[in-house]
C-alpha cells in the first residue's frame, strides 16, 4: 500500500534489521496525535462556541480531533513511510501466533 515506489521514492531495498516494524511505528504515531488531535480540536471548539461552551460538546469535539487526526497519520505513516513498503512488512512484521 506504500506509495513511494509509485512516486519513485524507493529503491526496493530492505530496511535494516533494527528498524521499527511498520505496525509499531503506525501504533506510535497514532497514539501521539491522539492526544494532540483533541487538544487542537478542543482549542477550535473553545474558539468556536466562546461562552457557549458545554461540557458534552468539549468530548465530542476532542474525541472527533483525536480519531481524525490519529487516523490521518497512520494512514500518512503508512503510504509513504520506507518501513511499510511491501518487502520490509514481508521481512520484518510477523504476525502474532495465539
Excluded at 509509485?6 to 503506525?26: A, E, I, Q, V, W
Excluded at 468539549?58 to 513498503?85: D, I, N
Amino acid at each position: 500500500m506504500a506509495l513511494r515506489r509509485f512516486f519513485g521514492f524507493s529503491d526496493g531495498d530492505l530496511m535494516r534489521s533494527d528498524s521499527k516494524p511498520c505496525s509499531r511505528l503506525m501504533r506510535h504515531t497514532a497514539g501521539i496525535f491522539t492526544v494532540g488531535g483533541a487538544l487542537l480540536f478542543w482549542t477550535f471548539c473553545k474558539t468556536h462556541y466562546g461562552p457557549r461552551l458545554t461540557v458534552p460538546r468539549q468530548l465530542r469535539w476532542a474525541g472527533c480531533g483525536a480519531v481524525c487526526v490519529s487516523s490521518t497519520t497512520a494512514l500518512l505513516v503508512r503510504l509513504f513511510s520506507p518501513e511499510c513498503e511491501p518487502q520490509n512488512i514481508a521481512a520484518y512484521d510477523k504476525p502474532k501466533n495465539k
